[in-house]
């Protein structure tokens, strides 16, 4: 079992730089190489490894993914003269394309005789690698330039190298040459294709690329499932697009192993929709339209959001539509609700189109039906307070009294857990009465993963306040991973829908496949 502390620090030196949530590109190459390698090799912990890890068919139940099934590469082939030269030739100013006729026959340990008779020892390739590694990695870029030049003329079909000439690239931020160099490298060096797609993927997100990143992630996932930064990045990149259901899925896998920091777990606590005054706070602004409309609605700007997508037309993505007809379910304009109803795939509606369709259902007293699509919401979504307050009434004007009383105790608690999740940040983050009344809440709810990650989060923060000391803190760390443990082998880590639906019965999802199927 790894020590709790040392992922929880971990975790904090992983994301909190001096790019938010960017690695400088000398750690990242060591981290996407060694990330996978190390995921490669966790078979024989079957003690410590959850089964299942999120499906890559079905990741976004928020959104019908937009991004094409490209395949993984392209087939290994081998190295030529021509792409010898390609090497050479990215940048002019990287590589200037003149042999070293002076050189001995062994490149890695030249040396060059001085008229004075003395001999200057030149560096080796492996050398000057490590050396321009180095550079990148402490911000001196001008020097990792002239050393990864140096070591390129020497060996240009070295896959080392070239993956540092590609960084070096990328730290100029001429991201299509970098990613075009490591896409000609992978397809002839196999071993590098792996760690190139974690690379090329963090340069297509710099580069506004969101889509292209996505698929490169889930390809990766699909040879390594339990890559766990693969799924940290891939989870953030969806959160930060607006797909929050679809990276709570990452969240919750990575919640098996303890691997969730602060931010993550705290975007488990509202998982369709955003935190009020998140954007610019955190290290998850928004990256796109679907994010920011997230947030405006946070903001309380339902009407311009609406008027926002509205004029984009068809220009929209599915979940931009299906939250405008959630807003416009809630303001009562129901005739728009139920000509975009007609026309609805409900399998890509995600939690705002059943949202939409159930208070359209619960406006023209079609009780069962709404009950039936609030409860498919919460499936989905279990931390959608709206959905459970809405499904509670249904069930009242049904006559359901006992039901609706209970469902709206449940609004309640999960109401409790935003409200304290909309307070832990900035001075307050380390807040460790509000992380123990939290992590109690999380436990009534039927969540202990995240409740002890939370604990996990109050315990350092306890540490760090010289309130217990790292001795006593271990203690309750190695009691924290045991119960993980033992939750995953026992499978109670898992989402119970019974629980979530408060104890409906099963059939409570008829009426709407039902009406679904005509």
Request: glycine content about 6%; some cysteine.
């Amino acid at each position: 079992m790894r020590d709790q502390m040392t992922m929880t620090e971990a975790n904090s030196n992983f994301f909190e730089n001096d790019q938010g949530s960017r690695w400088p590109f000398a750690c990242l190459v060591v981290a996407w190489t060694a990330c996978i390698l190390f995921a490669g090799c966790q078979g024989a912990e079957d003690d410590e490894r959850p089964a299942n890890p999120p499906d890559q068919n079905q990741l976004d139940p928020d959104l019908a993914s937009s991004v094409s099934d490209a395949e993984n590469s392209d087939p290994p082939r081998q190295a030529s003269t021509e792409s010898q030269k390609s090497t050479r030739a990215v940048g002019n100013d990287v590589v200037s394309g003149s042999e070293d006729t002076g050189a001995s026959s062994d490149p890695l340990t030249r040396s060059e005789q001085q008229d004075n008779g003395t001999f200057n020892i030149k560096p080796s390739v492996d050398q000057l690698r490590e050396s321009a590694l180095q550079a990148l990695g402490q911000g001196q870029d001008d020097l990792a330039f002239q050393l990864v030049r140096q070591a390129i003329q020497v060996e240009p079909d070295n896959p080392q190298v070239v993956f540092l000439l590609a960084m070096v690239l990328g730290d100029r931020h001429r991201y299509a040459e970098a990613i075009q160099l490591l896409q000609d490298l992978s397809s002839r060096e196999p071993t590098t294709r792996l760690p190139a797609l974690g690379q090329t993927a963090e340069w297509m997100v710099e580069s506004g690329r969101y889509d292209e990143a996505e698929q490169q992630f889930r390809n990766i996932l699909k040879e390594v499932p339990d890559a766990l930064m693969v799924h940290h990045r891939l989870g953030q990149l969806l959160l930060q697009t607006g797909r929050r259901t679809g990276a709570a899925l990452h969240f919750d896998y990575l919640s098996q192993f303890g691997e969730l920091d602060h931010e993550e777990l705290r975007a488990l606590l509202i998982r369709s929709k955003a935190f009020p005054g998140d954007n610019g706070v955190t290290r998850f602004d928004p990256l796109n339209n679907l994010a920011m409309c997230r947030q405006e609605v946070a903001d309380g700007k339902a009407t311009e959001v609406m008027k926002l997508i509205v004029a984009a037309g068809e220009g929209s993505s599915d979940a931009e539509k299906a939250l405008l007809n959630r807003l416009r379910a809630e303001n009562g304009k129901f005739e728009s609700v139920q000509e975009w109803i007609e026309n609805l795939d409900m399998t890509n509606a995600g939690p705002d189109g059943w949202y939409a369709r159930g208070y359209l259902a619960l406006n023209r007293a079609s009780h069962a039906e709404a009950i039936a699509c609030f409860c498919q919401v919460l499936l989905l979504d279990q931390t959608d307070v709206n959905a459970y307050q809405m499904l509670s009434r249904a069930l009242e004007q049904q006559g359901e009294m006992e039901l609706a009383k209970a469902v709206a105790i449940r609004a309640a608690l999960v109401d409790e857990t935003r409200k304290i999740g909309a307070e832990l940040v900035g001075e307050k983050a380390k807040d460790r009465e509000l992380i123990a009344k939290l992590a109690q809440s999380l436990m009534k709810l039927n969540r202990p993963m995240e409740a002890l990650g939370w604990r996990t989060i109050g315990l350092v923060h306890a540490v760090e306040a010289a309130a217990i000391t790292e001795t006593q803190a271990q203690v309750t760390f190695e009691e924290i991973g045991r119960q993980r443990n033992q939750l995953v082998n026992s499978g109670r880590h898992r989402l119970d829908p019974a629980f979530v639906l408060c104890g409906l019965g099963p059939n409570v999802l008829d009426p709407v496949v039902e009406k679904t199927a005509e």
